[in-house]
């Protein structure tokens, strides 16, 4: 009998280090299938991006110039190694002159834009708030209005990028959602995108293409990194322990909006050729003898600015970037004003899908529609109110509410 057990438990050890064989095997096969496949991936889209550099340009036609604001710090630090490898080649293949500047802080791409000189193609390697940085930076320029017109390419490589799903297609491969934004930007593959100015009291604009968020889901969400002993519970920690400090969170303000606006048609842009001498001389000599009479001005009707309060546990303000519609009409942002009126179970479930989704409208919440609005909060260090009674005062007046020093927020499509 012992022989037989003893049988058994050389058996059973065998079996296990088979076993075990058996899935490390596996494991490696799979792992080096799939950089077989990513190596696959790179290959062709460098073959690609050759057709474009075998082709021969006229002598009168200058090389195209593309700037890359590179953010070595997006994607845990691998977005360095994600370009290099997927995306430069194809870029160097392509027979564009180009140069990468790589920043090295937060907002360096922004003052970078404000001093960058002419070039015919500006690349952002990185994430949604790399991509913010360089559209801030390009539209606080003095020249705004014509270096506006440089087509912006998006290379996905930060950990949020919401903008990524719009431009390109749904892809589970991160060399093939890489190697395809970057060849979509050699085909000139372009979509018009809204862009949302935030106006301050003081500070220059900022600009933004997803939205903006403010409330108790964003701050908990600010804070889930502090909680990185918990492991896959610190994102519901976060929310936990934020309850403990004050509930219900209520978060007052004041809103201010217009309406929707009708959405002017696009017109090509077509250059009328200049008349023969003879016609502009008879316009010149036609408007010096006949002045132009002055026009009488017109009586503009004041705006329909639409008043209310808010106590909210988030409000955020979206562009319809996410769900891009080119055939609308209208041109509005969307407002989700959400109720403070929740449990902190529902809370803290909710936090966890707005980690996921951070733009994400429960239901429930209140929602508008806005071209423009001004949001009035309070700043911080004002002594809380429970509610607010005196309505929010019309910008062109001077009025001021007693119970709090208000912090005036224009935001404008």
């Given at each position: 009998?012992?022989?037989?057990?003893?049988?058994?438990?050389?058996?059973?050890?065998?079996?296990?280090?088979?076993?075990?064989?058996?899935?490390?095997?596996?494991?490696?096969?799979?792992?080096?299938?799939?950089?077989?496949?990513?190596?696959?991936?790179?290959?062709?889209?460098?073959?690609?991006?050759?057709?474009?550099?075998?082709?021969?340009?006229?002598?009168?036609?200058?090389?195209?110039?593309?700037?890359?604001?590179?953010?070595?710090?997006?994607?845990?630090?691998?977005?360095?190694?994600?370009?290099?490898?997927?995306?430069?080649?194809?870029?160097?293949?392509?027979?564009?002159?180009?140069?990468?500047?790589?920043?090295?802080?937060?907002?360096?791409?922004?003052?970078?834009?404000?001093?960058?000189?002419?070039?015919?193609?500006?690349?952002?390697?990185?994430?949604?708030?790399?991509?913010?940085?360089?559209?801030?930076?390009?539209?606080?320029?003095?020249?705004?209005?014509?270096f506006s017109k440089i087509p912006i390419g998006f290379i996905p490589l930060g950990k949020t990028s919401t903008l990524s799903h719009t431009l390109y297609p749904e892809s589970?491969?991160?060399v093939q959602h890489i190697t395809d934004a970057t060849l979509s930007i050699l085909k000139g593959e372009t979509i018009p995108l809204d862009v949302l100015q935030i106006k301050?009291?003081?500070?220059?604009?900022?600009?933004?293409?997803?939205?903006?968020?403010?409330?108790?889901?964003?701050?908990?969400?600010?804070?889930?990194?502090?909680?990185?002993?918990?492991?896959?519970?610190?994102?519901?920690?976060?929310?936990?322990?934020?309850?403990?400090?004050?509930?219900?969170?209520?978060?007052?303000?004041?809103?201010?909006?217009?309406?929707?606006?009708?959405?002017?048609?696009?017109?090509?842009?077509?250059?009328?050729?200049?008349?023969?001498?003879?016609?502009?001389?008879?316009?010149?000599?036609?408007?010096?003898?006949?002045?132009?009479?002055?026009?009488?001005?017109?009586?503009?009707?004041?705006?329909?600015?639409?008043?209310?309060?808010?106590?909210?546990?988030?409000?955020?303000?979206?562009?319809?970037?996410?769900?891009?519609?080119?055939?609308?009409?209208?041109?509005?942002?969307?407002?989700?004003?959400?109720?403070?009126?929740?449990?902190?179970?529902?809370?803290?479930?909710?936090?966890?899908?707005?980690?996921?989704?951070?733009?994400?409208?429960?239901?429930?919440?209140q929602c508008l529609q806005a071209s423009r609005c001004i949001l009035q909060l309070p700043e911080p260090g004002s002594p809380p109110v429970n509610h607010v009674t005196s309505?929010?005062?019309?910008?062109?007046?001077?009025?001021?509410?007693?119970?709090?020093?208000?912090?005036?927020?224009?935001?404008?499509?």
């Amino acid at each position: 009998m012992a022989k037989v057990i003893k049988m058994f438990h050389t058996l059973r050890n065998h079996w296990k280090k088979t076993t075990a064989g058996a899935c490390l095997l596996t494991w490696g096969g799979n792992w080096l299938y799939g950089k077989h496949c990513d190596n696959l991936l790179r290959r062709a889209a460098c073959q690609e991006a050759q057709v474009f550099g075998n082709q021969i340009l006229p002598s009168s036609m200058q090389i195209k110039k593309a700037t890359v604001f590179l953010n070595p710090a997006a994607c845990k630090g691998k977005a360095r190694s994600l370009f290099e490898k997927n995306a430069a080649p194809i870029l160097h293949l392509s027979g564009l002159d180009v140069t990468v500047v790589k920043t090295d802080y937060e907002g360096q791409a922004k003052k970078l834009l404000e001093l960058m000189e002419n070039t015919d193609m500006i690349i952002v390697a990185g994430g949604d708030g790399t991509l913010q940085e360089v559209i801030t930076g390009l539209l606080r320029r003095v020249d705004e209005a014509a270096f506006s017109k440089i087509p912006i390419g998006f290379i996905p490589l930060g950990k949020t990028s919401t903008l990524s799903h719009t431009l390109y297609p749904e892809s589970a491969n991160q060399v093939q959602h890489i190697t395809d934004a970057t060849l979509s930007i050699l085909k000139g593959e372009t979509i018009p995108l809204d862009v949302l100015q935030i106006k301050g009291n003081k500070d220059q604009p900022v600009f933004a293409v997803t939205g903006l968020r403010w409330g108790s889901y964003r701050d908990a969400g600010a804070k889930v990194s502090k909680y990185w002993y918990l492991g896959p519970l610190k994102i519901k920690a976060a929310h936990f322990f934020n309850t403990l400090k004050e509930w219900p969170q209520k978060h007052l303000a004041s809103l201010s909006y217009l309406d929707p606006t009708p959405r002017p048609p696009e017109e090509p842009e077509q250059k009328t050729p200049r008349p023969p001498l003879y016609i502009r001389l008879y316009k010149r000599l036609a408007h010096y003898w006949t002045p132009v009479p002055k026009e009488i001005p017109k009586e503009v009707t004041p705006e329909a600015w639409r008043e209310m309060q808010l106590s909210a546990i988030e409000f955020s303000v979206t562009t319809q970037n996410r769900h891009l519609d080119l055939k609308r009409t209208e041109d509005f942002m969307n407002i989700c004003i959400e109720p403070d009126s929740i449990s902190k179970g529902e809370y803290i479930k909710r936090g966890s899908q707005k980690m996921e989704d951070p733009h994400l409208c429960p239901e429930g919440s209140q929602c508008l529609q806005a071209s423009r609005c001004i949001l009035q909060l309070p700043e911080p260090g004002s002594p809380p109110v429970n509610h607010v009674t005196s309505p929010r005062p019309h910008p062109s007046t001077g009025h001021s509410i007693d119970s709090f020093t208000w912090l005036e927020c224009a935001l404008e499509l």
